[in-house]
């Protein structure tokens, strides 16, 4: 066995390192269980129905209301309803780690105060788009120049698709760009691409999703741009 202490776990939302907010983070799966039991049965019978992804969190209320805080993209984000790569990583982002992919919606964000605590917080996430458990193929780092991330052994490839996804938290010097390719192998050796991100310049998250076939192996791929350029980001995958 191999336990985890619970202040590895880190968690991405769109831009947001949120491991410096909250102090509970909740992920989780049902699937409705349909009743067909008949006169004939002995015994209760079911068939499975719906699947139903949720995320909950639980944190520390900070005020500041800038463009790009918590408070003031939580806020946004329940008008516009738009769907945000939220990544939870149980163990933390190191490359090959366990990462719950879910392309997010917020459903409720919750402030309250109480005597004698500090002001918390709570949010609700939805499932956007269908989410998968997969794995980091980059630590939340700075990416300085051109590189590939190491490879990740599948084992074997997958037919069903895949979804990935880019976070950025940070970005500075003079006119960056950075572009990232999901890239997959049959041999660790020759690599092509399998998903590509929208070349970024500032800050902010994408959610690819992909389908058919994902070779065994899988990096990700980063080609840098400007002078002195900077991104902190993180990418993960899933195969569905």
Partial sequence: MAFVNAQQTRIMWG????????????????RDMLDVTTLADSGK??????TDWSLRVDGLFDSTTTAGSLLADMTSNLSSGAT????VAPAG????SSVWLIPAKTVSYEPSSSVADAVQFAAEFGSGTAPALGISLADLAAVTSTSNSASQDNAASSSAGAVAHLHISAVSGTTPTLAVVVQHSTNNSAWTTLASFTSASTVGSEVITVTGTVNRYVRAAFTVGGTTPSFTCQVSLARY
Avoid at 15 to 30: D, E, G, I, K, M
Avoid at 45 to 50: A, E, K, P, R
Avoid at 93 to 96: C, D, E, I, M, R
């Fill in 45 to 50: 019978s079911f068939i499975g129905g719906l």
């Fill in 84 to 87: 945000v790569a939220t990544s």
């Fill in 15 to 30: 831009a947001q390192p949120l491991a410096a907010y909250v102090r509970t983070v909740t992920p989780s799966a049902t």
């Fill in 93 to 96: 982002f190191s490359a090959g």
